[in-house]
């Protein structure tokens, strides 16, 4: 990758490559410039910078630390599996490093609102905490199935003051959200602000999220290197709509580390069963933005599924669209058993229970293990696993032996 990579991607349209861009109902084509303007002033200012800085030391927790899985390594021939942990920032994952931006950025606007969607709840908690932290008004959209599904996640975003919106309309998951999400912000685009979860959307949102996660491949390349003298060999993480692994990523672009993205193989590679946008998507426009997407015929984004719910979108990020076809990363699959058994044997071997999309990531180094017998692996463990103990515990038991006997008799739903 070129030097001045990240100062010319995305290019002024918001384009990585084919992909990317910003196709917008014309009423939001002013706001979203406003957004990228006022972005491109304010993240070079002093102030920015330096409240940005502290924000990370002292709330969330940073520098995490990068951790050498020794006992997980000796489960293997001799590779040597590292955990950057995103599980050890506040909340529990990596969304947060975005979400204090996004936040921080409103906050320099002069807006008094944030706006969002959330799936299954954790975008909407980290932000409603960004919202706390900063004063500010959350307004989380929420399919009435989700909310129903996932009610510890409501619980809290409501603790952190945050008003849920229910929605009624169609499916009432994800996809409704979005849309009631963005007719929510069309009515008050002065006094609020629309905050994205991934690098996903119009422009300038994956380049704005990717500037935030960039901070997690900043530390990890300089620990790692403090810990070992060297570069990894390997670099590994899931990936939905893809910022906790560009964030990650986008350190190593211009080294000889190779890159693996990990997608979910759900429960089988019919449509529908999995959310392999990479692997079996071709290029569409979701959501305001072109990228590999799993659509049907008429050129709607596909049902998809998997056993992370934070996995399960049709699109992903433009960016990582642009670096497949670059041939810098690539893009692999885990499936739900896989993922399930490094849940079970990382909480075992070392004491931490992986967040299932994390599990993917994991997964897959078990399995490049096997190939790179002397290498060195680093895996970007994007959040804990606290909020899916309940599901996986009474669905499959408390051991990777009672998952593999319940997985023979059931199939998962
Ligand atoms: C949301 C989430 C993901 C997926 O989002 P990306 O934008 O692909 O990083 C991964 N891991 C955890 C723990 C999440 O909460």
């Not at 293997?76 to 931006?101: P, S, V």
């Not at 069309?186 to 960039?214: D, N």
């Not at 699109?315 to 990363?329: M, Q």
């Not at 229970?353 to 190939?371: C, F, N």
Request: aromatic share 10%.
């Amino acid at each position: 990758m070129p030097s001045d990579y990240f100062k010319t991607v995305p290019d002024a349209q918001g384009r990585f490559g084919e992909y990317g861009g910003a196709y917008l109902p014309p009423q939001l084509v002013e706001q979203f410039k406003d957004i990228t303007h006022a972005y491109l002033t304010i993240s070079k200012s002093h102030r920015f910078i330096s409240e940005l800085r502290s924000i990370r030391k002292h709330f969330q927790g940073r520098p995490t630390p990068v951790y050498f899985a020794e006992r997980l390594s000796n489960t293997l021939g001799g590779a040597r599996i590292y955990l950057k942990r995103e599980d050890l920032n506040h909340t529990g994952a990596h969304k947060l490093n975005h979400c204090m931006g996004e936040g921080l950025l409103a906050k320099f606007m002069g807006k008094r609102k944030l706006i969002a969607e959330t799936g299954a709840g954790q975008h909407g908690v980290a932000l409603a905490t960004a919202a706390a932290y900063f004063g500010l008004e959350c307004e989380i959209h929420m399919g009435e199935v989700d909310i129903a599904k996932e009610h510890p996640n409501v619980v809290r975003m409501k603790l952190l003051g945050a008003t849920v919106v229910p929605v009624t309309a169609g499916l009432r998951t994800l996809k409704e959200a979005v849309d009631s999400a963005f007719t929510a912000y069309l009515a008050q685009p002065e006094t609020s602000l629309y905050c994205i979860g991934s690098v996903v959307g119009p422009h300038p949102f994956p380049m704005l999220v990717r500037e935030f996660q960039r901070v997690v491949g900043i530390e990890a390349r300089e620990q790692f290197f403090e810990m070992t003298g060297e570069l990894p060999d390997n670099v590994v993480a899931c990936v939905g709509g893809g910022s906790n692994a560009i964030g990650l990523f986008s350190a190593f672009l211009e080294d000889s580390s190779a890159l693996y993205g990990v997608e979910p193989a759900g429960r089988s590679f019919k449509t529908g069963d999995h959310a392999a946008t990479m692997t079996y998507g071709t290029p569409g426009v979701i959501h305001g933005f072109k990228c590999y997407l799993l659509q049907d015929k008429e050129g709607q984004p596909a049902p998809v599924y998997s056993i992370a719910s934070g996995l399960d979108y049709p699109g992903v990020g433009p960016e990582h669209c642009h670096l497949k076809d670059a041939g810098r990363i690539t893009y692999v699959t885990i499936d739900d058993r896989d993922c399930l058994e490094a849940f079970y044997l990382l909480s075992r071997t070392e004491g931490i229970i992986p967040a299932l999309e994390s599990a993917h990531a994991v997964a897959y180094a078990l399995k490049l293990a096997q190939d790179k017998k002397y290498q060195s692996i680093l895996v970007n463990l994007s959040g804990r696993g606290d909020k899916d103990i309940d599901f996986v515990t009474e669905r499959y038991g408390y051991t990777v032996e009672e998952m593999r006997a319940r997985w023979n008799t059931s199939r998962p739903g």
